[in-house]
C-alpha cells in the first residue's frame, strides 16, 4: 500500500516569512514527486514538480527532495495572503504515465 | 491554451440511478486520469488512460464504475446505480508524459451528490 504522509495543520505562518511544508512517502520506489495548490472549492493546481535529489527553485518556490529519506518539501519564501490553501503532495512511483498517490494535504494559513 | 475541462460542473442524482462524467483533456495530451476526492477520503485515483487504453483500473472503487474513452481525447466516467456513499467531487487530468515526466493537470470537478 503506498502512502504520503503530510501533516494536516493548519500551519499558520506571518506574511513575508518562509512557510515550510514537508511531505513522507513509502514507496522507495518512486520516482516523480509534485506539489499541488488547492483553494477551498477548487481543483488541485499544480505549482511544483521534481524528479531528482536536491533542491528546485521556481520564483517564490523551492521545491527539496532527499530520496534516501523518503521525504519532500516545500518552501514559500516571503508568503503572502493569497498563498493561504491546501497543499497537496503526490507521488508516482513510476517516471511515465500513472496515477498519483496523494497525501490528505497540509492547510497553510498566512496572517496578514 | 484550453485547460482539462468537464462537465456537468454538478450533478444531484437519486440513489439507484446512472450518471455519465464527461472529460475533454488537455489538446495534444495523451494520458488522462479519473481521481475523486472526498471529505475525510483525500485525493483518490480510479482509472488513467494512455490514449483509448486503460492499463490500470485498479482505483475503481466497485464493479458499478466503468469509464472509456475514444478518439484519444474526450472520456465519460459511468457509475451505475449511484448510491450516497458516491457522492464527491470526481476530477479529471491530462498529462502528456515523456521519458521520466508526467505532469498531471486538473480540470475544474463535477462535484457528484446522491441524494
Known amino acids: 500500500q503506498k502512502e504520503v504522509e503530510q501533516n494536516s495543520g493548519p500551519l499558520s505562518v506571518p506574511e513575508g516569512a518562509i512557510a515550510s511544508l514537508n511531505c513522507t512517502y513509502s514507496?522507495?520506489?518512486?520516482?516523480?514527486f509534485f506539489w499541488y495548490r488547492q483553494y477551498s472549492g477548487k481543483s488541485p493546481e499544480l505549482i511544483m514538480f521534481?524528479?531528482?535529489?536536491g533542491d528546485k527553485e521556481d520564483g517564490r518556490f523551492t521545491a527539496q527532495l532527499n530520496k534516501a529519506s523518503q521525504y519532500v518539501s516545500l518552501l514559500i519564501r516571503d508568503s503572502q495572503p493569497s498563498d493561504s490553501a491546501t497543499y497537496l503532495c503526490?507521488?508516482?512511483?513510476?517516471?511515465?504515465?500513472?496515477?498519483?498517490?496523494f497525501g490528505k494535504g497540509t492547510h497553510l494559513i498566512i496572517q496578514p | 491554451g484550453a485547460g482539462v475541462s468537464q462537465s456537468p460542473s454538478n450533478k444531484v442524482t437519486e440513489k439507484g440511478k446512472d450518471v455519465e462524467l464527461r472529460c475533454d483533456p488537455i489538446?495534444?495530451?495523451?494520458?488522462l486520469y479519473w481521481y475523486r476526492q472526498s471529505l475525510g477520503q483525500g485525493l483518490e485515483f480510479l482509472i488513467y488512460?494512455?490514449?483509448?487504453?486503460?492499463?490500470?483500473k485498479s482505483g475503481l472503487p466497485s464493479d458499478r464504475f466503468s469509464a472509456e474513452r475514444t478518439g484519444g481525447s474526450v472520456s465519460t466516467l459511468t457509475i451505475q446505480r449511484t448510491q450516497q456513499e458516491d457522492s464527491a467531487v470526481y476530477l479529471c487530468?491530462?498529462?502528456?508524459?515523456?521519458?521520466?515526466?508526467?505532469?498531471?493537470?486538473f480540470g475544474p470537478g463535477t462535484r457528484l451528490t446522491v441524494t
Open positions: 487530468a491530462s498529462s502528456a508524459p515523456t521519458s521520466g515526466r508526467n505532469e498531471q493537470y
Open positions: 514507496d522507495r520506489g518512486s520516482q516523480s
Open positions: 521534481i524528479y531528482s535529489n
Open positions: 503526490a507521488v508516482n512511483q513510476g517516471g511515465g504515465a500513472d496515477g498519483l498517490t
Open positions: 489538446s495534444g495530451h495523451t494520458a
Open positions: 488512460f494512455q490514449g483509448n487504453s486503460a492499463p490500470d
